[in-house]
């Protein structure tokens, strides 16, 4: 009987020791994913954008939108979210991109920065991933477009990282004036 304690206890200690280098990777893995954001990869026309996952509120599907009279082009209008009117954004037509046959995987991305909300109309979330700081560059330089205002950086594969102070921004200035 005391050898059958014996080797639970050998098999108690064990399992704790697993624990305890599983449990000891995890700060490494903690470590390095500080320099990482996660991101939720959109597709829009042909090109891919990227949302820091902290921005993102909820994904809604596409529901009517109700029109505002005199709004700017890229303003969609309005839609109840949860009993809340938030205002909606048509990310193509603010980013002046081709429209493409994505329509019916599109979808509202709500993003909530700072206690505001707005609604993005993209074509189609793809993923969500980690993105190391380290692969961003500028989105400024000689070939940045107009939409240049609206991403903060760019990767190596081409995916380009919306600045959602931006949009904000835009929308209330296009909304109050």
């Not at 005391?2 to 995890?26: F, G, N, P, Y």
């Not at 597709?43 to 505002?68: H, K, M, N, Q, S």
């Not at 809340?84 to 599109?106: F, M, T």
Request: net charge neutral; charged share 25%; with cysteine.
């Amino acid at each position: 009987m005391k050898a059958i304690l014996e080797s639970d206890q050998e098999r108690m200690e064990a399992v704790w020791r697993q624990r305890a280098v599983r449990l000891s990777r995890r700060a490494l893995a903690a470590r390095t994913a500080q320099n990482e954001f996660r991101v939720m990869v959109l597709e829009i026309g042909d090109e891919r954008y990227g949302i820091e996952l902290a921005d993102v509120a909820e994904v809604l599907p596409l529901t009517p939108v109700t029109p505002v009279p005199g709004a700017p082009a890229f303003f969609s209008g309005v839609v109840n979210v949860h009993g809340e009117i938030r205002p909606v954004a048509d990310l193509k037509r603010l980013l002046g991109i081709e429209a493409s046959g994505n329509g019916n995987l599109a979808c509202v991305i709500l993003l909530r920065k700072q206690s505001r909300e707005m609604g993005l109309i993209v074509d189609r979330v793809e993923q969500i991933r980690s993105v190391a700081s380290a692969e961003f560059q500028s989105a400024d330089g000689p070939n940045a477009g107009l939409s240049a205002r609206y991403l903060r950086a760019l990767t190596h594969d081409v995916l380009m990282l919306i600045n959602t102070e931006a949009l904000f921004a835009q929308l209330l200035k296009e909304t109050t004036s």
